[in-house]
């Protein structure tokens, strides 16, 4: 049978009722922007990320731009993020003037390599961005000593990882900011875009809940240039909604990611990915190269969302092993096929800001991600698992 790489209908289909409940609700009182749906969102965000402040915004790229915004980055300041991961991070800091400086990723987890990091701070660094990729968090701990030591901002992008945690916290909840996505494929999936900003502190709460006004406060006084970066009532409404079913979202992912490593991992040339090795610190950018498929893990202190079930097929294997799963009517993709780095629009960008980034080239050879999706049934987690079993034959 063919899987999709994803169906929202199989999770919102079934909330039906209740979502046109609440459209309902909003149609009836006709607040539709900044309604009180906003900011019963927001407080419940809050309340389960276990901060003090939550801002809701128009998408996640607005989330992080808003970040960097209320920190007033600006050109002559540099910005350390992952070279691996989604344009929207690097993307936020050039638009503002200011450069990104990419930094290379750990092979295990494929988050930021804090190492790397660490060698590439300059007098002009401003602030680091780590990536929580895939549902997984970025090691914090690391990340936070080295902020600390050289007196920069954190800006989490938690935009595949709200409700992930590490060592007991939220990802997104450790640094200056944290930010979230609610596009329709994410874990907490909203009905167009959305995105999320939270913060343990009060002055930044409120200079982000400015910005997203055009700068105003109050009404029609204009003490700096913001931007309309409000999210909708009605989409707040329909992710409350939601955002009550999230926790069996998340448990569903989880199951369907261990029943992929059982199952896979018994095939010949498969290893589970080390998590003794996922230190953020290279290891070697040819990890996968002697192994067919390196099935991904959770490391230690990490509680996982599964975003993306992400294989590493080394060897040159990888597309051949995409066709053939598509071919079977399998959904898959590559997150992400060019680094940060070697795009076409950062080209102009110092030379030494694009330095150094062995392992996430590898990556964007050899991963492939998997349907993960938490409504998948046992038949379709079957048929994903034979199809790569031919596949790798």
């Given amino acids: 049978m063919p899987v999709p790489l994803l169906d929202v209908n199989a999770q919102n289909l079934p909330l039906q009722s209740e979502l046109e409940q609440v459209f309902r609700e909003v149609l009836q009182h006709g607040r539709f922007i900044m309604g009180p749906e906003v900011a019963a969102f927001e407080e419940e965000v809050a309340q389960m990320l276990e901060v003090e402040h939550a801002v809701a915004v128009s998408s996640g790229t607005d989330a992080l731009l808003m970040a960097l915004m209320a920190l007033e980055i600006g050109p002559g300041d540099e910005v350390l993020c992952p070279a691996f991961t989604f344009f929207a991070t690097a993307g936020a800091i050039h638009r503002l003037g200011a450069t990104p400086v990419f930094v290379d990723v750990c092979p295990v987890c494929f988050n930021l390599d804090v190492e790397d990091a660490a060698a590439k701070v300059t007098t002009r660094t401003r602030a680091i961005m780590p990536v929580h990729l895939f549902g997984q ?34 990802c997104g909840a450790m640094g200056d900011f944290g930010t979230y996505s609610f596009f329709p494929s994410k874990n907490l999936g909203g009905f167009g875009d959305g995105g999320m900003v939270v913060t343990r502190d009060a002055a930044h709460a409120a200079r982000l809940r400015s910005l997203r006004n055009h700068g105003m406060e ?3 006084y204009h003490s700096h240039v913001g931007g309309n970066f409000r999210m909708d009532t009605l989409q707040a409404a329909l992710l409350r909604t939601k955002l009550r079913h999230y926790a069996a979202y998340t448990a569903a992912r989880q199951s369907n ?101 062995e392992v996430s080239h590898q990556l964007a050879l050899e991963v492939l991600s998997l349907p993960i999706y938490g409504e998948l049934v046992p038949a379709q987690l079957d048929e994903v698992v034979a199809a790569v079993t031919r596949a790798l034959a």
């Fill in 257 to 357: 990611a261990a029943h992929y490593t059982a199952a896979l991992s018994q095939l010949p040339g498969v290893v589970v990915a080390d998590p003794a090795h996922c230190q953020c610190a290279r290891h070697g950018a040819s990890a996968a190269a002697d192994a067919a498929v390196v099935l991904p893990v959770a490391c230690p202190g990490n509680d996982h969302i599964w975003n993306q079930y992400t294989l590493r097929l080394g060897g040159g294997r990888r597309d051949a092993v995409k066709q053939a799963l598509l071919e079977a009517g399998i959904g898959c993709e590559v997150y992400y096929p060019v680094t940060l780095d070697q795009q076409a629009c950062f080209a102009s960008l110092p030379e030494a800001s694009r330095q150094g980034c």
């Fill in 218 to 220: 109050p009404k029609y």
């Fill in 137 to 170: 968090s970025a090691p914090m701990d690391a990340v936070l000593a080295l902020s600390q030591k050289h007196g920069l901002a954190v800006v989490e992008d938690a935009a595949q990882a709200i409700g992930a945690r590490y060592h007991g916290r939220a």
